[in-house]
C-alpha cells in the first residue's frame, strides 16, 4: 500500500514543480506603429527570467529580466549593464546614469532586461507591470530600445 502512495504522488510532485514556471509572450512596434517586434518570456521564480525579442527583419536578442523589488541589489542587476559601456556607459533617459540604491526605488515594481544579439549589439527595456505582485504574467508596457537608439514599445497581456 505505500507504494501505492508513491506512485501516485510522483506525477502529482512533477505537475506542482512544472506549474512554478510561468510564460508568456507580448508584441512591440516602433512608436510609427510598425509591427516590430515579438516577445517570449519565461520565469520560475516570479521575479527574474529570460526573455527574447524577434524582430520583424529576423534578428533575435535575448536575455536576463529583473523585476526591481525592494529586495533587489545593484550587484544582483550586473548583467543589465554588459554591453552599454559599463554602469557609467548610461545614456538612456530610462535608466539614468549610474546603478545606485536610487535606481532600485525608481524601478520597484517595474521589470528591465538587457537582450543580445548574436553579433553582440545589445537591446534594453523597462516595462511598467500593471499588477507587479504577479510579475511578468500580470501584464505590463515599456519600451526597449535597440543599438541604433530606436525605441520600440512593447505590450505584455495579463497571462
Known amino acids: 500500500m505505500k507504494y501505492q502512495n508513491t506512485a501516485l504522488m510522483l506525477p502529482l510532485l512533477a505537475v506542482m514543480a512544472a506549474g512554478c514556471t510561468t510564460m508568456g509572450t507580448g508584441t512591440g512596434a516602433t512608436p510609427s506603429g510598425a509591427s516590430a517586434a515579438t516577445f517570449n518570456w519565461r520565469s520560475s521564480d516570479g521575479v527574474s527570467g529570460t526573455i527574447s525579442a524577434t524582430l520583424s ?3 533575435t536578442y535575448s536575455g536576463q529580466y529583473f523585476q526591481i523589488t525592494k529586495d533587489t541589489t545593484v550587484d544582483g542587476i550586473g548583467p543589465l549593464w554588459t554591453g552599454w559601456g ?3 556607459g548610461m545614456d538612456w533617459g530610462y535608466w539614468g546614469a549610474d546603478p545606485s540604491p536610487d535606481f532600485i526605488t525608481h524601478y520597484s ?3 528591465v532586461a538587457n537582450l543580445a544579439e548574436t553579433d553582440g549589439s545589445h537591446m534594453r527595456c523597462q ?3 500593471v499588477h507587479p505582485s504577479d510579475g511578468m504574467n500580470g501584464g505590463g508596457l515599456g519600451q526597449c530600445q535597440m543599438p541604433d537608439g530606436t525605441s520600440i514599445d512593447a505590450n505584455f497581456p495579463k497571462g
Open 57 to 59: 527583419n529576423g534578428k
Open 86 to 88: 559599463g554602469r557609467r
Open 109 to 111: 515594481g517595474r521589470v
Open 127 to 129: 516595462f511598467r507591470l
